[in-house]
């Protein structure tokens, strides 16, 4: 397991507390959980732009609840 250091400047660390006390959890925990945060916007832009490029060429439609729900 690797070890990293974070530095933080007055204003970050004043944040990172104040986040550590509204979740109840350690600095790591909360670096932790906002990294997969992050990766995971990164990944549903991907299947957006993914999905979007194959839509480009078909017409896409809205049909209402009673046509999805039968």
Do not use: P
């Not at 550590?20 to 906002?34: E, G, P, Q, R, V």
């Not at 299947?47 to 209402?64: L, N, P, Q």
């Amino acid at each position: 397991m690797a070890v990293t250091s974070v530095r933080f400047n007055a204003k970050e660390e004043k944040m990172l507390r104040l986040l550590k006390k509204h979740y109840n959890c350690d600095a790591s925990t909360l670096l932790k959980k906002s990294l997969w945060d992050l990766y995971e916007d990164i990944r549903d832009k991907e299947i957006i732009e993914d999905f979007e490029k194959r839509e480009r060429g078909s017409k896409a439609k809205f049909v209402t609840i009673d046509e999805i729900t039968g």
